[in-house]
């Protein structure tokens, strides 16, 4: 269950590089934008997470429900990304846009990693 915290960590390392260095770079970054696109790709990575993580079958049926994972990751994003432009916490037309799309392929990744790394200890506990 701690890999599922790779998640969030690694957004929020990655982000906060980026900000601290557009910051440097003088470009002008609204803290909203990057805080409620790490949070919207956590939370969306963590939740398809949870299905890979909790299936109990054999290597296949892991592939399956990281399958599903990644569906759900991508529901939950769409979803809360349109709800948070919406709901006006960001603009939709400026910066946030493209943090939530950095995010959401940074969260996609990490899902497909930890997914791999389920599969690849279930094939080695089966062959012992």
């Given at each position: ?44 990575g ?45 603009n939709?037309r400026g ?34």
């Amino acid at each position: 269950m701690q890999l599922i915290l790779a998640i969030p960590v690694l957004i929020a390392l990655v982000f906060s590089t980026a900000f601290a260095l557009l910051r440097l770079a003088g470009v002008s970054v609204h803290v909203a934008d990057p805080v409620t696109a790490g949070a919207i790709a956590a939370l969306a990575g963590m939740l398809g997470a949870i299905v890979p993580l909790r299936e109990q079958g054999d290597a296949l049926a892991i592939v399956k429900s990281a399958l599903l994972g990644t569906v759900v990751h991508l529901l939950v994003s769409t979803v809360l990304t349109v709800a948070a432009v919406a709901a006006h916490v960001v603009n939709g037309r400026g910066q946030f846009l493209f943090w939530a799309v950095a995010g959401y392929w940074i969260s996609i990744f990490t899902l497909i990693w930890l997914a791999r790394r389920i599969v690849t200890a279930k094939t080695l506990k089966a062959q012992h």
